[in-house]
């Protein structure tokens, strides 16, 4: 079988660790939803569910009926799938075929519901999102009330498991107030199911960073994105969780993805010539430089001409140059012995030393999620102890 130009290794024993934090942070009895959106947020759908699944999860969160498809591909029988974003009218019956649970955040998609449901037999599985404030997805009070009394009025065809919403911003403790004004209209909206004495199966409203940071968002089921993976959702969640341990350091969190590439080719570069496209670098003196098969088409972030490092043979290689599409250069002067098929870390640990996604987005100005999210889903992924 012929080779890509990178792969990446993700690490089952690290996924352990993260699980058996947040389970620690959330409670026993809460349900851990995995969000595996944006193929796993970048580490691999059908690499990662049955990672987590060997964690005890048996609960995914997707953006997409094809996203669903995917995971429904790896997954145990009894695994539940859930689709946050868009379901397209034609997939309808495919998802209750399947027992997908699916969000309904505008009236008309019941009506497309009880179309489909009432030529299988099976029950519809849904969501109900309500709009709190994000004013992204959701139903207004209006069209909420209508659509709580259609799903009671049509309770043989149509399963009522969960009342949700989204928080906009829970990463940033700056935006707290706005949290709080989010919750207390999501309670008005349960009041509401209370007196029509119609009560979802599940209440949810957390992602990773409120469910490691406000007890009163967890209630019967959270969704964790970027904290299973081993990222804090932002410093400041890091640091409330500090304060609320009475800890000064934490090592609860580890990223799974390890990011590896090989050195093409070797190079010794004169003072003064230019390296790769145009004048960003010249050399000052006589260099060694590696040359790495992968750019910026295999997700490795343009920004990061003449300012990135690799990891060979333990020490840090600065980039030079501008990275190209599918090559990049890094100066390897100062490491002695480097050979043609010596083994390249870009993300991850190499010895003593440690490339942290954290050095992509700081330099970057990308978010952990929009970096990981890029890499592409054709970099061969494999699951490790």
Not at 19 to 46: D, E, L, T
Not at 123 to 131: D, F, G, P, Q, S
Not at 266 to 290: N, S
Request: glycine share 6%.
């Amino acid at each position: 079988m012929v080779r890509h130009s990178s792969r990446i290794n993700l690490s089952q024993s690290a996924l352990k660790t993260n699980f058996n934090f947040i389970r620690k942070k959330v409670g026993k009895n809460v349900i851990i939803s995995s969000v595996v959106k944006a193929n796993a947020y970048g580490h691999g759908i059908h690499e990662f569910v049955p990672m987590a699944e060997k964690c005890g999860i048996n609960h995914f969160s997707v953006a997409s009926s094809f996203e669903a498809e995917e995971v429904l591909e790896v997954c145990s029988k009894d695994t539940r799938i859930m689709i946050m974003g868009i379901l397209y009218k034609e997939d309808i019956p495919w998802a209750i075929e399947h027992g997908i649970e699916f969000y309904v955040f505008n009236y008309e998609r019941l009506e497309s519901v009880i179309e489909a449901v009432k030529d299988l037999n099976k029950k519809a599985i849904v969501h109900l999102e309500v709009e709190t404030g994000a004013n992204r997805t959701g139903l207004n009070a209006e069209d909420f009330s209508n659509a709580l009394k259609f799903l009671k009025d049509n309770q043989e065809f149509i399963q009522f498991e969960g009342l949700c919403t989204h928080l906009g911003g829970a990463e940033t403790l700056a935006n707290k107030f706005k949290i709080d004004t989010q919750i207390e209209r999501y309670k008005a909206f349960l009041e509401e199911c209370k007196a029509m004495d119609y009560m979802p199966h599940l209440r949810h409203i957390a992602s990773s960073a409120a469910a490691l940071a406000f007890e009163e968002t967890r209630f019967d089921m959270v969704r964790v994105g970027v904290a299973q993976y081993g990222f804090w959702p932002s410093p400041d969640i890091r640091y409330l969780h500090l304060q609320q341990t009475n800890k000064t350091t934490e090592n609860g969190l580890r990223r799974i993805i390890t990011w590896k590439t090989d050195v093409m080719d070797l190079r010794t570069v004169k003072a003064g010539e230019f390296v790769g496209y145009g004048t960003a670098f010249q050399a000052v003196q006589d260099i060694r430089i590696a040359v790495l098969p992968l750019g910026y088409s295999n997700g490795y972030p343009r920004a990061l001409s003449n300012r990135g490092q690799v990891l060979i043979k333990g020490k840090k290689a600065p980039i030079v140059g501008l990275i190209n599409m599918n090559l990049f250069m890094v100066n390897i002067s100062h490491i002695p012995d480097v050979k043609i098929g010596d083994e390249v870390v870009l993300v991850g640990r190499q010895k003593n030393n440690v490339i942290n996604v954290s050095s992509f987005t700081d330099t970057t100005q990308l978010l952990n999620n929009e970096m990981l999210s890029r890499l592409p889903a054709a970099i061969p992924r494999k699951a490790v102890p």
